[in-house]
């Protein structure tokens, strides 16, 4: 059964852009959750989608967004980058929403680097 | 503000030996502490704790929860070169119908030299 998978792995982008991350989850899993993940915040929790529907939010501005496809597939987007926006952005996936952490499985994460 | 404070941030021992690490939470309406292992990028579950002084178990990994003082250790015996990674640790608040939110602390980074 493949894995989570995360694409692209690395990005380059520079104040002002925007960019799209794409995270498949585990085949059967509809639960996906975004995490970004920087030196000094360490890990934090982005949003949480299932079946199409944004189910948890974290403490982020509205510049970061997310959806969610009919095939569980789920992207994220940063409008208007920062220099703190660089980070490592995880996700996971998971068959069912909520807590059931010991089934949840992370992605290799993509590399965000804003210059 | 939820808050989890992990110790120490760094720690590099021997192979053999045996590693204690720390994490303390401030979590509102806490209901669970979860033990991750990340090597290189993507964490791996290692526990979820619920209860106060029951210990759990995988091999030469264990992990206990203490409610009263809000503090969970995890213990790692006969370390191995393979042990060497960020350790994370964070809270689970009760789900409140989509306001259940993870607060992680910023991990401890273990190093094992053979």
């Known amino acids: 059964k493949a894995g989570v998978t995360q694409t692209p792995r690395y990005l380059i982008k520079t104040r002002g852009q925007q960019v799209t991350l794409s995270c498949s989850p585990i085949?059967?899993?509809?639960?996906v959750s975004w995490y970004q993940q920087t030196p000094g915040q360490g890990l934090q929790f982005l949003f949480e989608y299932f079946s199409e529907t944004q189910r948890n939010k974290g403490n982020f501005p509205g510049r970061f967004s997310g959806r969610q496809f009919s095939n569980s597939r789920s992207e994220m987007n940063v409008s208007t980058l920062e220099l703190g926006d660089s980070a490592l952005y995880l996700c996971?996936?998971?068959?069912?929403?909520?807590?059931?952490?010991?089934?949840?499985?992370f992605g290799p994460g993509t590399r965000l680097t804003v210059l | 503000e939820d808050k989890v404070v992990q110790s120490p941030l760094s720690l590099v021992v021997h192979e053999g030996d045996t590693v204690t690490l720390n994490c303390s939470y401030e979590?509102?309406?806490?209901?669970?502490l979860l033990w991750y292992k990340q090597e290189k990028k993507a964490p791996t579950f290692l526990f979820m704790l619920?209860?106060?002084?029951i210990e759990k178990k995988s091999g030469r990994l264990s992990s206990i929860l203490d409610k009263k003082e809000l503090f969970s250790i995890l213990n790692i015996t006969a370390t191995q070169t393979g042990d060497s990674a960020v350790y994370l640790c964070?809270?689970?608040?009760?789900?409140?119908?989509?306001?259940?939110?993870?607060?992680f602390g910023t991990g401890t980074r273990l190093t094992i030299i053979p």
């Open positions: 964070a809270g689970v608040p009760v789900s409140n119908f989509g306001n259940e939110k993870l607060t």
């Open positions: 619920t209860s106060s002084g």
């Open positions: 996971a996936s998971s068959l069912l929403a909520g807590a059931n952490y010991n089934e949840q499985f």
């Open positions: 979590v509102t309406n806490f209901r669970s």
């Open positions: 085949s059967g899993h509809r639960s």
